[in-house]
């Protein structure tokens, strides 16, 4: 039998070394999907910014990678929603559902976001899985672009999902003209600065 300092030690190592190997993957992930952000406006077929900006465009900004924004939030299917017309930055809203909520903490303190589901999207096989969080939050308008960020899920198999605040986004409609961008409902304030993701 092990004395039990051995086995306190073997444990902590184990836990130690999985949580390292989960931090170098969820890092992995960030730069992955920063990476392509960048690659997506500086492309030609994918970018939104037209031509004369593209060419001065210097790379999308981010906040530094920072893990404690990636939380396990409680994830709460809404039943009997119905189809609303999201405001957008243009003259045309758009139709959503509020598919779900997501309950988590963050920084010791308890929040809540509503999930919603494009009416349009998941009319196509591609995209029927597709969740979308609009959010506003103390940066925005300031380090962040006063329409809000965006996250993009998936639907959850359980009742938790993983929201990654290192991968919020800002809408075409922070960097360029002529879209029709959500903007975020006043149930998805966040009262409190949330430095991870895309900046200007």
Not at 3 to 10: E, H, K, M, T, W
Not at 90 to 108: C, D, H, P, T, W
Request: charged fraction near 20%.
């Amino acid at each position: 039998m092990k004395p039990l300092i051995i086995v306190f030690f073997s444990f902590f190592f184990l836990h130690f070394s999985f949580a390292q190997n989960d931090s170098v993957e969820l890092v992995k992930e960030i730069k992955q999907f920063q990476d392509g952000l960048n690659k997506e406006y500086k492309d030609a077929e994918t970018s939104p910014l037209p031509s004369n900006k593209r060419e001065s465009f210097g790379g999308i900004n981010f906040f530094p990678i920072n893990l404690r924004y990636v939380v396990t939030a409680k994830f709460v299917r809404t039943s009997n929603e119905r189809i609303f017309a999201m405001p957008t930055t243009g003259n045309s809203a758009k139709q959503y559902v509020k598919y779900g909520e997501a309950q988590f903490a963050l920084m010791g303190r308890q929040y809540k976001l509503s999930i919603y589901q494009s009416i349009n999207l998941a009319k196509q096989r591609k995209y029927r899985d597709y969740l979308f969080i609009p959010f506003r939050d103390a940066t925005s308008g300031k380090e962040t672009y006063g329409g809000g960020r965006y996250i993009d899920l998936t639907i959850p198999q359980s009742d938790t999902l993983v929201i990654n605040f290192n991968m919020a986004y800002q809408p075409y409609c922070a960097y360029t003209e002529g879209y029709n961008c959500p903007i975020p409902p006043r149930e998805n304030y966040l009262p409190v600065k949330i430095e991870s993701g895309v900046k200007f």
